[in-house]
């Protein structure tokens, strides 16, 4: 069982990085094998709706960047978490685009999948920053894990972070929780419960005659 986390900062090890660190350990400690991918700093392309992706299997048609890489890796995971430090009230601009390019591309390879996402802030901004990061998820049908509070952590430098006693603690009982999920979800295929499953054609719906 594996969980693939995506630190959606530039600074390799910042404040989202003291983050997903501490969700690691609690991870790890809870059986979990883990991998961490870095969106690093060179340009990432946004989603220009080119539809290209329907005829790729699951795969963008911009190459070079981590989104291909995310799509095959996530294919032997059983979870994903994203994490990204707030910028202006929202989430980094090329976090976004990485998860627009990854769930349109391959939005089916993550279905039944647990998914949870973290905030890194100074000061303010950090649940508009988790409603950015989390939209993600349900519509494309992953469950995602909970925890006791907004999963956010805080502070100017990754020192800082340190000291945000809830924070660390709130992260670390997300990472439990992804793993008791994960492995009940093991527990229930292994039992012969499947994930359900539409049994009908997609319906679409347009209000524009």
Not at 50 to 64: A, Q
Not at 129 to 143: A, E, H, R, S, V
Not at 173 to 191: E, G, Q, T, Y
Request: proline share 4%; charged share 20%.
């Amino acid at each position: 069982m594996k969980v693939l986390l995506l630190n959606g900062s530039p600074h390799r090890n910042g404040t989202t990085m003291t983050a997903l660190g501490a969700m690691i350990d609690e991870l790890e400690a809870g059986g979990l094998e883990t991998e961490l991918l870095h969106i690093g700093t060179e340009p990432i392309r946004g989603c220009i709706g080119c539809r290209s992706c329907l005829k790729l299997d699951g795969r963008c048609v911009f190459d070079g960047d981590i989104v291909n890489e995310i799509l095959e890796k996530i294919v032997d995971c059983d979870a994903f978490v994203v994490g990204s430090p707030v910028y202006y009230a929202s989430a980094n601009g090329a976090a976004l685009s990485v998860l627009d390019r990854v769930f349109y591309a391959g939005g089916g390879l993550f279905a039944g999948k647990v998914g949870a996402a973290v905030a890194c802030a100074r000061r303010a901004g950090a649940t508009a920053t988790l409603d950015d990061l989390q939209k993600y998820f349900p519509i494309n049908g992953m469950p995602m894990a909970a925890t006791q509070y907004w999963p956010m952590v805080f502070g100017m430098k990754p020192g800082d972070a340190e000291g945000d006693i809830e924070g660390l603690q709130t992260v670390r009982l997300l990472a439990r929780n992804i793993s008791w999920m994960v492995k009940s979800f093991d527990a229930a295929r292994k039992a012969g419960i499947e994930r359900p499953v539409l049994d009908e054609p997609r319906a679409w719906t347009h209000f524009i005659r």
